[in-house]
């Protein structure tokens, strides 16, 4: 329920910022504030998840972003909004993501068990991607029936079960004690990764399909818009039709992915199918076949960072994982605000379906040259059988 009113509200609050501001630019420039303090606060999010009771901190996380939902509500029903209200508030849910992302995470390991951690990821991917088909979708006939307040009340009100659950559940954490220095705990994630060249590898595959893949969901509704002459409904059949990918993904392709003998081939594989897609989907001009590249493109990202997330969780030790996984939140999702940034300008300055048709390109080639240079990788297998390969 949650997940569905979080995806209104990204659907809802991409379409304010065109409606105030028909700018591509302006577009980048919310997804950026969004995503910047994930770069900027992963350093400290791993390391606070680490060492209090992440139950407690996800609860705080919780009520302040339902708090941000509501206040964009009330001024976009009061017609005060400003686009400097939207970026503002983009950037605090981005500070609360940015707390949340690695403590939440981590919190699957705790409730699941090292030995179901990596079936608890693809759970929840799941149940994400089922939200990203919903949110988008209902969000674009809301804003068109109803207006785009609707959709952040029903996000603020959404967080609700969340509380409710996380009041109620609990579940066994492996707490690093006492505070220390959180730089130096960081770094000691750092070197951890330095003396793992398949997590690097990992690393390098999510920066690209972050980077290059999803950061065009930044700019779909100006791809709506312009490329395709629609409306906000227009937009929510978009990211439902990439949310439809993803869960294919999730369902079908995910359980292949980690059985599979080759995990790095496929992997790479993977970031290859999302460049060609990307590359037709620039070509598109009418909103079926606009929607079946997106579909076909938004297999791919799953299968990379779904899996990469949980391998990354079951090769970290245990008073570990959650800085591990905020570093991989910020090599990845924490290079959002560049990506978002660029897509933006390139998109305003070249038009939204070049900017698609470069970033598609770069994603191919990023793909191939990972397939190609990396041997060792290529020979790769991450079932708990295999060898290791170094």
Known sequence: ???????LQVTAQGWVVWELSHSEAALGIVASFATLPLLLFGPFAGTIADRVDRRKLLIATQIVAMFLAFTLAVLVQTKLVELWHVYALALGLGIVGAL??????AFLGDLSGMQLVRKAVNLNAMFLQVSRIVGPAVAGFIITQFGSATTFWINGLSFVPVLVSLILVRAHQVRKEGWGNPLADFVSALRFVRTQPRLQDLFILVVLVTFFGLSVLNIMPAFAAQVLGGNAETLG????????????????????VQAAKRTGVILAG???????????????RTLPLAM??????SIGAPAVIATALGLTQLMAPSD?????????VMVSFGMQPIAALSIGYMAQF?????AVLINGILLFAGGLLMLTLRASFRAWSALPHAAPVK
Do not use: K, N
Not at 350 to 354: D, S, W
């Open 1 to 7: 329920m949650s997940l569905i009113g979080t995806w």
């Open 100 to 105: 949340d992302f690695p403590a939440q995470q």
């Open 237 to 256: 059949y978009l990211l439902a039709a990439s949310g439809a990918g993803a869960l294919i993904s999730v369902i079908l392709i995910i359980p292949f």
């Open 270 to 284: 993977a970031v290859i199918w999302m460049g060609f897609w990307l590359f037709v989907a620039a070509q598109m």
């Open 292 to 297: 079946g590249a997106i579909f076909l493109l």
């Open 320 to 328: 570990m994982r959650a800085r591990l996984v905020s570093l991989f």
């Open 350 to 354: 070249l038009g939204v379906a070049t």
